[in-house]
């Protein structure tokens, strides 16, 4: 006898296993009866038309980096307002946990709109 | 091997069914785009406008011959649109259509579904990569920015209905909404967290979109500059699952909106419960691909702007309403 909590997670573990099973036994099913017909140009990349030159993974322009930086410091800050949102209505007495969020959000904030405000600056990068 | 809970993944909330409503949203979407564009789209497939439409596309695409790019990464290739179709399917067995009709009652019901939601971008860029291709590339790339982009506001603009439920579990928020609110002389309106939560609802509508990838921010695919983007290299089958996907993400998108903000399966009692569940979903999915077929597509520097200060100050707004709701004007 397990928990209700696990037995639902068992439960979803499942669905994901049964819903990994069956596209790739589709694909099987797919993939064997077929006669491939491979020429070198229906394996070459799509490039407009073209045939393809150079190499399929370019260079490419790091602008929007100081984006992808401050996201992953924070991402993280959502599931900390969430602890915070679930315990709003029991927290007694009301509204006793919203001084330290504030300050916390206050911390994180301040350096937020200022980073934001660096991003928008195309010679920083 | 007839119990319920096989039945449930097997055909209702589960494969069976997803396969066919896929199909059903595919047809939808060509039917209504088509509307607006004063075109007719599908018609010939059935008497009913062209319902089996998407069917025959199906079988179409499964009798294409599968070739890989010559320099691709084959097993990830393979794997990444198969993923984002198995992803899609894990959202969708989190909703609960009914308390009856549900895969898994999850304890943390809306952060589980949110996070399973951030994998897609992660997959999207996996099969740019592996394609080895220009179009590919540029457009996983594209995925991965938007994500920085939408991330922070979708889980903001959720937080509102964990601060108003008091409760994560997607039943108990909709069983927390089932309470009407009296507004004078005994008029009550169904007390749906649409209108104390409209600029969170908002917000998560078009956060949603930009998850989903559809018109006015689908920059991964954007057809006309990048050609389909990271599903330009897929043949027959995998192009079926990776254009798929997206629709499945269409799918549980507009359940989680219908039970985070519309009252899940509530409604007045002569109409079932699983009805009221299916139209809801249907308004809010039209909605979103009337947007498709009215807007034009964003540009990403506008698009990372506005997620990073309209899309989040806008959020951050909206816990702070959602505060003086529930607690009241006092700290």
Same mark, same amino acid.
């Given at each position: 006898? %397990?928990?209700?909590?696990?037995?639902?997670? +068992?439960?979803?573990?499942?669905?994901?296993? %049964?819903?990994?099973?069956? $596209?790739?036994?589709?694909?099987?099913?797919?993939?064997?009866?077929?006669?491939?017909?491979?020429?070198?140009?229906?394996?070459?990349?799509?490039?407009?038309?073209?045939?393809?030159?150079?190499?399929?993974?370019?260079?490419?322009?790091?602008?929007?980096?100081?984006?992808?930086?401050?996201? %992953?410091?924070?991402?993280?800050?959502?599931? +900390?307002?969430?602890?915070?949102?679930?315990?709003?209505?029991?927290?007694?007495?009301?509204?006793?946990?919203?001084?330290?969020?504030?300050?916390?959000?206050?911390?994180?904030?301040?350096?937020?709109?200022? !980073?934001?405000?660096?991003?928008?600056?195309?010679?920083? *990068? | 091997?007839?119990?319920?809970?096989?039945?449930?993944?097997?055909?209702?909330?589960?494969?069976?069914?997803?396969?066919?409503?896929?199909?059903?949203?595919?047809?939808?979407?060509?039917?209504?785009?088509?509307?607006?564009?004063?075109?007719?789209?599908?018609?010939?497939?059935?008497?009913?406008?062209? %319902?089996?439409?998407?069917?025959?596309?199906?079988?179409?695409?499964?009798?294409?011959?599968?070739?890989?790019?010559?320099?691709?990464?084959?097993?990830?290739?393979?794997?990444?649109?198969?993923?984002?179709?198995?992803?899609?399917?894990?959202?969708?067995?989190?909703? $609960?259509?009914?308390?009856?009709?549900?895969? !898994?009652?999850?304890?943390?019901?809306?952060?589980?579904?949110?996070?399973?939601?951030?994998? /897609?971008?992660?997959?999207?860029?996996?099969?740019? *990569?592996?394609?080895? !291709?220009?179009?590919? +590339?540029?457009?996983?790339?594209?995925?991965?920015?938007?994500?920085?982009?939408?991330?922070?506001?979708? *889980?903001? /603009?959720?937080?509102?209905?964990?601060?108003?439920?008091?409760?994560?579990?997607?039943?108990?928020?909709?069983?927390?909404?089932?309470?009407?609110?009296?507004?004078?002389?005994?008029? !009550?309106?169904?007390?749906?967290?649409?209108?104390?939560?409209?600029?969170?609802? @908002?917000?998560?509508?078009?956060?949603?979109?930009?998850?989903?990838?559809?018109?006015?921010?689908?920059?991964?695919?954007?057809?006309?500059?990048?050609?389909?983007?990271?599903?330009?290299?897929?043949?027959?089958?995998?192009?079926?699952?990776?254009?798929?996907?997206?629709?499945?993400?269409?799918?549980?998108?507009?359940?989680?909106? /219908?039970? @985070?903000?519309?009252?899940?399966?509530?409604?007045?009692?002569?109409?079932?419960?699983?009805? *009221?569940?299916?139209?809801?979903?249907?308004?809010?999915?039209?909605?979103?691909?009337?947007?498709?077929?009215?807007?034009?597509?964003?540009?990403?520097?506008?698009?990372?702007?506005?997620?990073?200060?309209?899309?989040?100050?806008?959020?951050?707004?909206?816990?702070?309403?959602?505060?003086?709701?529930?607690?009241? $004007?006092?700290?």
């Amino acid at each position: 006898m %397990v928990a209700p909590g696990l037995a639902e997670i +068992f439960y979803y573990l499942g669905f994901i296993v %049964v819903a990994t099973l069956v $596209p790739i036994i589709a694909l099987f099913l797919i993939v064997t009866p077929r006669d491939a017909k491979p020429s070198p140009m229906k394996l070459e990349t799509y490039e407009a038309g073209q045939m393809p030159s150079g190499r399929g993974r370019t260079r490419f322009i790091i602008q929007y980096y100081p984006y992808l930086l401050i996201f %992953v410091i924070y991402d993280v800050v959502a599931m +900390f307002l969430f602890a915070w949102a679930l315990t709003l209505r029991t927290l007694q007495p009301p509204g006793s946990g919203t001084w330290p969020i504030l300050i916390f959000m206050g911390v994180l904030l301040v350096p937020l709109a200022y !980073s934001i405000h660096l991003a928008s600056q195309r010679d920083l *990068w | 091997m007839t119990s319920p809970l096989f039945f449930k993944v097997a055909v209702f909330p589960g494969l069976t069914s997803i396969g066919i409503i896929i199909a059903l949203f595919i047809w939808l979407d060509r039917k209504i785009t088509a509307r607006v564009q004063l075109r007719v789209g599908p018609l010939y497939a059935s008497p009913l406008g062209g %319902v089996l439409q998407s069917f025959a596309d199906l079988i179409k695409f499964a009798f294409k011959e599968l070739f890989i790019p010559r320099n691709a990464d084959k097993f990830f290739f393979v794997a990444a649109p198969v993923l984002a179709l198995i992803g899609g399917a894990g959202l969708v067995g989190l909703i $609960p259509f009914t308390p009856e009709w549900q895969i !898994s009652n999850l304890e943390l019901g809306l952060p589980a579904f949110l996070a399973f939601v951030t994998l /897609s971008p992660m997959l999207i860029l996996l099969a740019g *990569w592996s394609a080895n !291709s220009k179009y590919p +590339f540029i457009g996983g790339l594209r995925s991965l920015f938007q994500q920085t982009a939408y991330e922070i506001p979708l *889980w903001l /603009s959720a937080i509102g209905v964990v601060m108003m439920a008091g409760t994560m579990n997607l039943i108990g928020i909709v069983q927390a909404q089932s309470k009407p609110w009296v507004i004078f002389l005994g008029l !009550s309106i169904p007390g749906w967290y649409i209108i104390p939560q409209a600029l969170g609802a @908002l917000l998560f509508f078009i956060t949603a979109t930009a998850e989903m990838e559809r018109i006015p921010f689908d920059l991964p695919e954007a057809e006309p500059e990048i050609i389909m983007g990271w599903q330009a290299e897929y043949p027959g089958f995998l192009f079926m699952s990776a254009a798929g996907a997206s629709f499945v993400r269409l799918y549980a998108f507009s359940a989680l909106f /219908s039970v @985070l903000y519309l009252g899940g399966w509530m409604g007045p009692a002569p109409v079932p419960a699983l009805l *009221w569940t299916a139209i809801k979903i249907i308004i809010v999915s039209s909605l979103i691909i009337l947007l498709r077929a009215t807007f034009p597509r964003v540009r990403i520097d506008q698009l990372l702007r506005a997620g990073w200060t309209y899309l989040l100050g806008l959020a951050f707004l909206n816990i702070v309403i959602t505060y003086l709701l529930v607690v009241g $004007p006092r700290i």
